[in-house]
């Protein structure tokens, strides 16, 4: 499965044709000359413009490195056992995929062709109930509900958790934040159909009852506060574009 998603990186930089008239116009300097060939070198860089095209493959034991690494990205600080997520995604290589780029040009200076820029999955949580990570999983979340929700939400998550006969699946899909929200779409789709299919199956990550999903948001710094009217309302962005539409 591949996605024709693109991202590019453009950075902002002198206009290379300015500079070159800039320093045919003005006059000789003593100095080294190195600084200044530098300095257009440099620029030529930053002004680059690059253009990426992302597919998905099947997770597999290569990708160890990559998952956990975006796995640590999403629990930032948080007592999760990260290494032993990341074995279960691969275990259950049967649902989920990551993201990997499509053609790695013979004159890049990317050394792994094995890179992960982001991957997406189905957990079980119910299945796997007893597994330490899943249990520290939980524990998060509902410290953060407690914190963040009222009691009585609080009391019914904690009775979905707990509850063997409605499975809770915890949907986990994280990449790069230059990764364009476009490749979350057929992503997605191919996750549902090996979700249908684990379950026809009878293999781990089939069907649930419950979806749980742990999205990152971002809110615009407060430059002041109005004089009247009071403080403005807080409106959070989702990290991933494709979050809000699921919620």
């Known amino acids: ?3 024709s998603a693109k991202r590019r990186a453009v950075g902002l930089g002198e206009n290379p044709e300015e500079g070159e008239n800039s320093s045919d116009d003005s006059p000789e300097e003593e100095g080294d000359d190195s600084d200044v060939e530098e300095d257009s070198d440099a620029s030529e860089q930053i002004d680059e413009e690059v253009i990426v095209d992302f597919e998905a493959h099947a997770i597999s034991h290569n990708d ?4 956990k690494k975006l796995l640590l990205q999403l629990f ?6 990260t290494s032993e997520m990341t074995d279960i995604i691969i275990q259950q290589n049967h649902v989920g995929s990551v993201i990997k780029q499509a053609e790695i040009p013979e004159d890049s200076d990317d050394d792994d062709p094995d890179e992960v820029f982001g991957f997406v999955t189905m957990l079980n949580l119910t299945e796997r109930k007893d597994v330490q990570c899943v ?4 524990e998060l979340i509902m410290d953060q509900c407690a914190k963040n929700s009222t009691q009585s939400v609080t009391e019914q998550l904690e009775k979905i958790l707990n509850d063997n006969s409605k499975p809770v699946g915890l949907l986990l899909s994280e990449r790069f934040i230059n ?10 789709k191919q996750l549902l159909e090996e979700i249908a299919e684990a379950q026809r199956t009878n293999k ?4 649930c009852h419950y979806c749980l999903m742990i999205s990152k948001t971002c809110k615009e710094a407060t430059k002041s506060i109005p004089a009247r009217g009071g403080a403005p309302k807080e409106e959070h962005m989702f990290i991933n ?5 699921l919620l």
């Open 1 to 3: 499965m591949a996605s």
């Open 76 to 81: 930032l600080k948080a007592h999760v056992n």
């Open 179 to 188: 990764v364009p929200p476009q490749i979350a779409l057929p992503l997605h």
């Open 135 to 138: 249990e520290e999983l939980k």
């Open 204 to 207: 781990p990550s089939g069907m």
């Open 64 to 67: 160890f490195s990559g998952i």
């Open 241 to 245: 574009a494709e979050e809000e539409v």
